[in-house]
């Protein structure tokens, strides 16, 4: 869809490598994830969070 801000990126990358393992392929679980795990005040950028690590999530699932 374009490119995500940094601020996006950094928190998606460190929320993912303290929570290894947790986050799925699945939007709307890793949404519930990352409200529990982060305080993450507005609703926009929580699913930008969220929307960033399911992506990082599913193009690491699938084979080359």
Excluded: C, H, W
Aim: proline letters at 3%; zero cysteines.
């Amino acid at each position: 869809m374009g490119i995500k801000p940094t601020y996006i990126k950094s928190l998606g990358n460190e929320l993912m490598a303290k929570n290894a393992g947790r986050f799925t392929g699945d939007f709307s679980e890793n949404k519930q994830i990352v409200t529990e795990v982060s305080i993450i005040e507005s609703k926009r950028v929580r699913n930008r969070v969220s929307g960033y690590i399911t992506r990082k999530q599913n193009t690491k699932r699938v084979p080359a």
